[in-house]
């Protein structure tokens, strides 16, 4: 995938939508440490949450939990790596 800087706001809309995310992430060159993070704290809010909440009615609160989370995440990553193209371009142009 071609090296250029990324929509922020964009990204974030991403992280919020599942499968999505997934590719933000790869975006940004971040999937691994995406993945890393997130399969512990998927399985470990579902399981946190289906133990309070019956199946079809806990994924109402497991995405209240998760999602602004990943979306802290991938826009933290996002804007770090926009400002790798920022940091390039200053120092080409001395």
């Known amino acids: 995938m071609a090296k250029s800087k990324v929509n922020v ?3 974030s809309l991403f992280a919020a939508i599942p499968l999505a995310n997934l590719w933000a992430a790869y975006k940004i060159e971040r999937l691994r440490k995406f993945l890393l993070i997130f399969i512990p704290v998927w399985i470990a809010v579902s399981l946190a949450v289906s ?5 079809p009615y806990s994924l109402i609160p497991y995405y209240i939990i998760v999602i602004p989370i990943e979306i802290y995440f991938i826009r933290k990553w996002s804007i770090q790596w926009n400002q790798q193209f920022n940091h390039d371009n200053k120092t080409s142009m001395k």
Request: charged share 10%; glycine share 0%; net charge positive.
């Open 9 to 11: 706001k964009w990204q």
């Open 51 to 55: 133990v309070f909440v019956p199946f």
